[in-house]
T-cell receptor, first 114, second 114 residues
Framework: DGGITQSPKYLFRKEGQNVTLSCEQN?????MYWYRQDPGQGLRLIYY???????QKGDIAEGYSVSREKKESFPLTVTSAQKNPTAFYLC?????????????FGQGTRLTVV | AQSVTQLDSHVSVSEGTPVLLRCNYS??????LFWYVQHPNKGLQLLLK??????LVKGINGFEAEFKKSETSFHLTKPSAHMSDAAEYFC????????????FGQGTELSVKP
């Protein structure tokens, strides 16, 4: 089955820790995205990548980092610099970044700071 | 810059009655517009998309949306609600000025009463 796999589904982080969220796709898509979802705020773009070894900051990149070493993978690290990391994180991919191109989403990772 | 406004944060209907979820957009270009649905703690699924072909777009699960340029609207409708339609719905515009970046509305939560 083609799709986007996020892991883990639930993640707990202690204060001051870095954690990495996994996102893998087997759709052969060029573009990948990370969004953060908070209640009542819709989805906000953290980082996106249009091609391997290249990525750009989105609207709320502070406290996050990414890498794109392989086309299939786009992991997100939530660093200790992120002041309020508790949220639902969604990874998405699209065939290319451009007009008329819909994104396909993973099932999400819920991160909680304890 | 393009933007999208969902006019209702919450809509409640009875099973078997029509559904109307309202969305207005702002765009300097001819936009691409999408509706996504999200069930609790799940990823987003594409319902339908408008890409400047027919103004009435049919999607999955009996949903459809009509693009009205004069009103800058893209409202989502369904003739008869089903209990399984209860979810959060997002209206999304593709930003031509930023290479097709997706801009999300704040979401509308749909409740369906028996």
């Amino acid at each position: 089955d083609g799709g986007i796999t996020q892991s883990p589904k639930y993640l707990f982080r202690k204060e001051g820790q870095n954690v990495t969220l996994s996102c893998e796709q087997n759709l052969n898509h060029d573009a990948m995205y990370w969004y953060r979802q908070d209640p009542g705020q819709g989805l906000r773009l953290i980082y996106y990548s249009q091609i391997v070894n290249d990525f750009q900051k989105g609207d709320i990149a502070e406290g996050y980092s990414v890498s794109r070493e392989k086309k299939e993978s786009f992991p997100l690290t939530v660093t200790s610099a992120q002041k309020n990391p508790t949220a639902f994180y969604l990874c998405a991919s699209s065939a290319r970044q451009g007009m008329n191109t819909e994104a396909f989403f993973g099932q999400g990772t819920r991160l909680t700071v304890v | 810059a393009q933007s999208v406004t969902q006019l209702d944060s919450h809509v409640s209907v009875s099973e078997g009655t029509p559904v109307l979820l309202r969305c207005n957009y702002s765009s300097s270009y001819s936009p691409s517009l999408f509706w996504y649905v999200q069930h609790p703690n799940k990823g987003l699924q594409l319902l339908l998309k408008y890409t400047s072909a027919a103004t009435l777009v049919k999607g999955i699960n009996g949903f459809e949306a009509e693009f009205k340029k004069s009103e800058t609207s893209f409202h989502l409708t369904k003739p008869s609600a089903h209990m399984s339609d209860a979810a959060e719905y997002f209206c999304v515009v593709s930003d031509q000025g930023q290479g097709g970046k997706l801009i999300f509305g704040q979401g509308t939560e749909l409740s369906v009463k028996p």
